[in-house]
C-alpha cells in the first residue's frame, strides 16, 4: 500500500514538475541549417494560444507563436526564419546561428485560465573540417635514452563548439604532448583545433587522428623500422655468414693438411710412384 502511494506520489511530482517548465526538452541544431523545436503537450483540449519565447528570466524574448483571432508582432529578424505549425504546436527556425544557441519556453494556453510551460534547450554546433595529419619528423634520437621518436601535428578548423584531438590508432600512455592549442574565432565563433604530439617509432604504424566527429586521413610511420633496430638484426646476419665461412675455412684446411700429409707417407707399391717395390730391388748395382 505504502509502495502504491509512494509511485503515485512520485508522478504527480513528474507532472507537477513538466507542468511548471522544470523539465528541459533539448534540441540540437547545425550551423547554417534549419531545425524545428516541437512543444509538447499533455493535453488533447484545443490551443487558443502558443507563445514561443527565448530565456527564462526577467526580460524574456517572444521568437514566434500564435494567438487565436488575432495577430501577434513578431520581431523582424525572427519574421521570416521562424514559422509557426499550429496543429502539431512547433516551430521551424531556419538558418541558424550561434545566436540561437540557448533556453527557449513554450507556454502553451488552453484557455486564458488554463496554461502549461515547457522548455527546450538548444545547442548549435558546426562540424570540423577533415582534420589535417602530417608527419613533421621522424628520424631523431632522444639524447638521453637513445629512443627514436616521431613528431605528428594534427589540426582542424571550422567547428563549433570547441573540441579536443584524439588519436584512436595510438597508445596513450606512449603519446608525449608537445603543443596543444584553441582559438576562435571572433566573427563566425568557429574553432581551430591544433596539436602536436611526439610518439616513439618502434614499428611501423597507420595512424589517423579526429576533432569531435571529422577524421582524418591515415599516415604511416615507421614504415622502415627505427635504425637502432636496423642494426642488431644486420649485425646477427653478418655475425653468421663470418661464422660459417669460419668453418668452412677450417673444415678446408684440416682436409688440405691430411691429403699433403697422406701424400708424404705413400707405400712403396703405391701405383702413383711408377714402380712396384720389387723392381726396384732387382736393378743392377753398380760396382
Given at each position: 500500500m505504502r509502495t502504491s502511494v509512494c509511485f503515485l506520489l512520485l508522478?504527480?511530482?513528474v507532472l507537477?514538475?513538466?507542468r511548471n517548465g522544470n523539465a528541459v526538452k533539448n534540441f540540437t541544431g547545425v550551423l547554417g541549417q534549419n531545425i524545428t523545436l516541437q512543444c509538447p503537450r499533455t493535453k488533447t483540449t484545443d490551443v487558443t494560444r502558443l507563445y514561443i519565447q527565448k530565456?527564462?528570466?526577467a526580460n524574456p524574448v517572444f521568437i514566434n507563436g500564435f494567438y487565436t483571432g488575432r495577430e501577434l508582432p513578431v520581431e523582424l529578424k525572427y519574421k521570416y526564419r521562424t514559422f509557426v505549425n499550429r496543429k502539431d504546436l512547433s516551430m521551424e527556425m531556419t538558418n541558424l546561428s550561434f545566436s540561437d544557441e540557448g533556453l527557449y519556453k513554450c507556454i502553451v494556453f488552453y484557455t486564458s485560465q488554463d496554461r502549461e510551460e515547457f522548455k527546450l534547450l538548444l545547442k548549435v554546433t558546426?562540424?570540423?573540417?577533415?582534420?589535417?595529419l602530417t608527419v613533421e619528423k621522424c628520424d631523431e634520437h632522444n639524447p638521453v635514452t637513445g629512443e627514436k621518436r616521431c613528431t605528428l601535428t594534427c589540426s582542424s578548423t571550422g567547428g563549433y563548439?570547441?573540441?579536443k584531438v584524439t588519436w584512436p590508432e595510438l597508445n596513450l600512455s606512449l603519446i608525449s604532448?608537445?603543443?596543444n592549442n584553441s582559438f576562435q574565432d571572433p566573427t563566425s565563433k568557429t574553432?581551430?583545433?591544433i596539436q602536436t604530439i611526439s610518439y616513439p617509432c618502434n614499428k611501423p604504424t597507420n595512424i589517423s587522428c579526429s576533432v569531435d566527429t571529422s577524421v582524418s586521413n591515415i599516415v604511416s610511420i615507421c614504415v622502415n623500422g627505427p635504425d637502432d633496430e636496423k642494426f642488431p638484426l644486420d649485425a646477427a646476419v653478418i655475425s653468421a655468414i663470418v661464422v660459417v665461412l669460419l668453418i668452412i675455412f677450417i673444415l678446408l684446411a684440416v682436409y688440405i693438411i691430411k691429403r699433403w700429409r697422406a701424400r708424404r707417407r705413400?707405400?712403396?707399391?703405391?701405383?702413383d710412384l711408377g714402380l712396384p717395390l720389387d723392381d726396384c730391388h732387382s736393378q743392377p748395382q753398380e760396382s
Open positions: 508522478g504527480i511530482l507537477l514538475a513538466a530565456g527564462d528570466g558546426a562540424e570540423y573540417n577533415v582534420p589535417n563548439p570547441q573540441s604532448y608537445v603543443h574553432w581551430t583545433i705413400l707405400p712403396p707399391d703405391d701405383p
